[in-house]
C-alpha cells in the first residue's frame, strides 16, 4: 500500500497531497501545471516535501515529524519519464544492464523477452520507435522488481495513431509481468479511464477526489472534478419537490427528474449532463425529461456530432454517434425531441 499525505512549494504554488493506493493501476488527471508530476516527484524522492509524510508498504520513505527521508535510489520506486529517458549511448541491453547490477545476465534476456525485445537489444535509443523505446525503459526499471511503477505521460510524446495500440500493449505487458503498484500521470481523461482501475483527479495543487473510475463519471464530487472529467453542462437547479425515487429539479422553464442517488442534496444545486448521454430522436414511449431543442450549431467530427441545443432556455451539448447523420443532415436550426435520462444526472454543490 502507497499512503502519502504531503505539501510541498515552490514558489507561488503549493502542493497539497493526501492519498492511498492498496493496488492496480491508478491514474493521476489533471490539466498541465496541477501538481501532477510534482506529486511523483517527491514520492521518489526527487523533490523533498515541506511537510507531511509518505510510506510504501509498511515503510517510512519520507516524514517530516521524525526527520526520515529516504534516498531515492533506497525507495525501490522505477519511475518512467515522459521522454523514456535512456542513455543514448548505450545499447537496449546496456540500458537494462546499467539497472541490473549484481543481478545474472539471464536476468537482463528475460527482461528483454518479456517487453518485446528480443532481436532489438543491440540497437541504440535512435534506432528505436517512440513504442520500442517506452518497452525499453520499462525494462529497465522492471528489472529490480520495484514496489512502486510512476508513469509520468509515457504515451504523449507518441503520433495519435500509435498511441491506443501501445497504450493496450503496455498495460498488457504491466499487468502479465507487475504484481505492484502502479500509478499513471495524464491529462487525458479518456487515457485514464481506458488503462486505470482507480483516478485521482488534481487542480491546482489539490486532490479533488479519489475514487474507481466509474464512480468518477457518475459521481463527481464537486463542478472541477466534473470538468476535469470531460463533462459539458452544468444547470444551476433548486430541488423543489421529490418522489420515491427522484428529486424534481427546476431551472427557469426546464423541469427535470433526477435519480435519487446518496445523501439528501441541499435546495440549490448544480445539476451536471454529460453530453453523450444526452439522447436525441428518442423512443416515442419514453415520457419523462423529453425537451424540444433548438439546433444552434452543428459541429461534426471524425466518428461523431456535437450538438449546441436551445433547451427550454438552457443550452446544451449533445453528442451523437455519426449514425444519426442522415437525420441530423438538415436539422440546422430545427427543433428535435431529447431525453435527458435521470439516472444520469447528477448533483453537486456550488
Known sequence: MLEASFTKSLGDFTLKSSFKVEKGVMAILGSSGCGKSMTLKCIAGLFKPDGGEIHL?????????????????????????????????????????????????????????????????NHYPYQLSGGQQQRAALARTLIREPELLMLDEPFSALDNHLKHLLELELLSIIRSNYNGIVLLVTHNIEEAYRLSDNIMVMDKGLNLQVSPKNELISKPANVAAA????????????????????????????CMQAVKTGAAPDRRMIAGIRAHHIILFPPEDIRENVYNG????????VFSVTLILDCCGKTLRAEADKSHMPRLASCDGSTIKVHIPPQYIFLMEG
Open 57 to 121: 508498504n509498511g515503510r517510512t520513505l519520507f516524514s517530516s515529524d521524525k526527520r526520515v527521508n529516504v534516498l531515492p535510489r533506497n525507495r525501490n520506486i522505477g519511475y518512467v519519464f515522459q521522454n523514456s529517458a535512456l542513455f543514448p549511448h548505450m545499447t537496449v541491453r546496456k540500458n537494462i544492464a546499467y539497472a541490473a547490477k549484481g543481478l545474472r545476465s539471464q536476468n537482463i534476456s528475460e527482461i528483454i523477452e518479456k517487453m518485446q525485445l528480443s532481436g532489438l537489444e
Open 227 to 254: 470538468r476535469i472529467t470531460g463533462c459539458k453542462n452544468f444547470v444551476d437547479v433548486e430541488i423543489t419537490g421529490e418522489t420515491e425515487n427522484y428529486h424534481i429539479l427546476r431551472s427557469g422553464s426546464l
Open 294 to 301: 433548438t439546433v444552434l450549431e452543428k459541429i461534426e467530427g
